[in-house]
């Protein structure tokens, strides 16, 4: 104690107190750096890993992810990733989700399996693939394959109606035809509908809306496809077909009133 007070008491020896305080505080410091240092070695560098910014529906398309914004990037340390972890956003092309995926989770090798010729994994949002079951003529059968862009006609009995919508002209259904859809792609060419028909199933890309109107004009109707070029095809025009069109040069506007249409 004695020599302590002796020490402070002048000025060289506050002087020597202080350098020594100051070398134990850089050895503190060192010692703490190479801890951390030690630490970090350990726990490994800094990797980046895809996770689940949301939940991700099992059959999701590893294509459709990023633009969906259904992961996102992040850093870690290599000992928090888990086996087979993704980083690299290409390797999600032609995989699906082979189950859900929930959010936080981080995108692993075992959470997709490969697309392989699943039409889903193509879709999204409101994109939509419907089969149709149509004969030789109406199909184009034997001459259209997947890839292939066609145009739908569809063809209807129609009663003339007045603004009430009630039957007019004793109420006779008068044959008509129309474009309804324009530049469809096909996805695929199937076996036959059923042994019993000669129809083919012919499966189109179309949205959700689409969808309805074509299933409608099926049941209801009789659809013709129409084969488009592969390139260079000029627009198609969605104009109403019907005897007084097509026979008498009638315009197709006034047909359409006749039958208690808008223009």
């Not at 936080?104 to 490969?114: N, R, V, W, Y």
């Not at 693939?129 to 739908?152: C, K, M, T």
């Not at 009430?164 to 076996?191: E, F, H, K, Y």
């Amino acid at each position: 104690m004695e020599l302590a007070h002796k020490l402070v008491s002048t000025r060289k020896g506050t002087l020597l107190v202080a350098l020594v305080a100051a070398l134990l505080a850089a050895v503190m410091i060192i010692f703490y750096l190479s801890s951390y240092r030690s630490s970090l070695e350990a726990q490994g560098a800094l990797v980046t890993v895809l996770v689940a910014g949301d939940n991700i529906p099992k059959g999701t398309s590893g294509n459709v992810l990023a633009s969906k914004g259904l992961y996102t990037a992040t850093t870690m340390r290599e000992s928090q990733l888990r086996e087979g972890a993704i980083s690299d956003p290409a390797s999600l092309r032609g995989t699906v989700a082979a189950q859900e995926i929930f959010e936080g989770a981080q995108l692993t090798e075992a959470d997709f399996t490969a697309a392989g010729d699943s039409l889903a994994a193509t879709l999204t949002e409101s994109e939509r693939v419907i089969s149709v079951p149509l004969d030789s003529a109406h199909g184009l059968i034997g001459a259209i394959e997947a890839g292939n862009r066609v145009d739908v006609y569809a063809g209807f009995n129609v009663i003339p109606l007045d603004r009430s919508g009630t039957p007019i002209n004793g109420g006779q259904a008068r044959p008509m035809l129309r474009l309804i859809m324009s530049d469809v792609p096909v996805l695929a060419v199937g076996d036959k509908a059923s042994s019993s028909t000669s129809s083919t199933n012919v499966s189109l890309g179309v949205d959700d809306v689409k969808a309805a109107e074509l299933a409608f004009a099926v049941d209801n109707g009789k659809v013709w496809l129409a084969l488009r070029p592969s390139a260079g095809a000029a627009p198609s025009r969605p104009g109403l077909v019907t005897v007084e069109t097509m026979l008498l040069g009638i315009p197709p506007v006034k047909v359409l009133r006749s039958l208690g249409g808008d223009e």
